[in-house]
């Protein structure tokens, strides 16, 4: 599944859209490394998204191409 979609399937970013221009932003990290919207994002991989100050370290657990809004938290962990 590409990062923008996840990121938007599992609620850490509301917008596909947003979550887009995040990547072109080079403010999301997977695994260390500045990705790009296109990315394939696997279970295990550590996504970083910064938001101004704020910075959101999780592990992905899941991939699905869609899910509940109750459930989206279990795509992930937090890490910091």
Do not use: P, Q, W
């Not at 932003?25 to 696997?42: L, R």
Request: charged share 35%; with cysteine.
């Amino acid at each position: 599944m590409r990062l923008d979609k996840f990121l938007k399937v599992s609620r850490i970013i509301k917008r596909r859209t947003v979550a887009n221009e995040a990547c072109d932003a080079s403010h999301v990290m997977v695994n260390g490394v500045s990705a790009k919207a296109s990315y394939n994002v696997k279970e295990n991989d550590v996504i970083e998204v910064t938001f101004g100050e704020r910075k959101l370290k999780v592990r992905v657990l899941d991939v699905r191409e869609t899910t509940r809004k109750n459930e989206a938290a279990s795509l992930y962990e937090v890490i910091e």
